[in-house]
């Protein structure tokens, strides 16, 4: 991707400094793209509608949503933790996608990139409610994809896991001995770079893919395989 294809592209990222926020608010910004780095919560439709007001006509969406995974046995959840997990995961996901979807669809182009999560693919002692919330994040971007593709629109995502940032994998973390006896389930036995996950964003969101619709692309050192 060369700056000259995303100059002057808007571009909105959503929970901008949680998660994948940060990386992609810097890598598209470095590629000449109008960034509107939005941290805000979407948690309700009049939210993500200033926000759509905010940004006007936008070429390429972001959606990034991260929260604490709130680990818990399945007897022990409570409704607290999966109502805030639907509120941070979820809810505002569908609200933006819908949003932005509906003004992309109306000018015939597009594209949307989900930032997910690989933990719905694999049984994760304690992660019931987020792997859930992540499932249906990553269920909603094949069906949505699919429908928004006929009119222009691309939606794919990036379903994560073992790649540096501070929320889940801060460098505390990643650096204990705990963690790195862990990593040895992870084939490429490391923690990937966020720049990476920003550069397969930026491919995903450029005029380089014309043909990848509604998937979620694995990126996880090999911890899965498919989505």
């Known amino acids: 991707m060369t700056q000259s294809e995303f ?11 949680n998660y994948m926020g940060p990386i992609a608010v810097e890598h598209f910004g470095n590629l000449g793209a109008n960034v509107l780095a939005w941290s ?8 993500v509608q200033a926000l759509l007001e905010a940004a006007g006509p936008t070429d390429i969406l972001i959606a990034n949503f991260g929260n604490n995974p709130r680990p ?7 409704d607290e933790e999966w109502f805030e ?11 933006v996608v819908r949003a932005f979807g509906g003004q992309m669809k109306a000018r015939g182009a597009g594209k949307i990139v989900a930032i997910t999560s690989a933990a719905p693919l694999r049984a994760i002692y304690g992660a019931s409610s987020y792997a859930t919330m992540r499932g249906a994040q990553n269920a909603f971007v094949r069906t949505a994809g699919s429908e928004l593709a006929r009119f222009g629109v691309q939606f794919n995502g990036i379903g994560q896991n073992y790649i540096e940032n501070e929320d889940y994998y801060p ?17 490429t036995g490391r923690c990937g770079p966020a720049q990476e996950t920003a550069n397969l ?10 043909h990848i619709v509604g998937q979620v692309v694995p990126f996880a050192g090999g911890w899965v395989t498919s989505i």
């Open 7 to 17: 100059a002057n592209k808007r571009v909105v990222v959503t929970d901008s400094d």
């Open 40 to 47: 805000a919560a979407l948690d309700s439709s009049e939210a």
């Open 72 to 78: 818990n046995k399945v007897e022990n959840i409570s």
């Open 85 to 95: 997990l639907c509120d941070k995961l979820l809810h505002p996901f569908m609200r």
């Open 171 to 187: 460098k505390a973390k990643r650096d204990s001995a705990k963690f790195q006896e862990e990593l040895k389930q992870v084939p």
């Open 201 to 210: 964003m930026a491919f995903l969101a450029s005029q380089q893919n014309t």
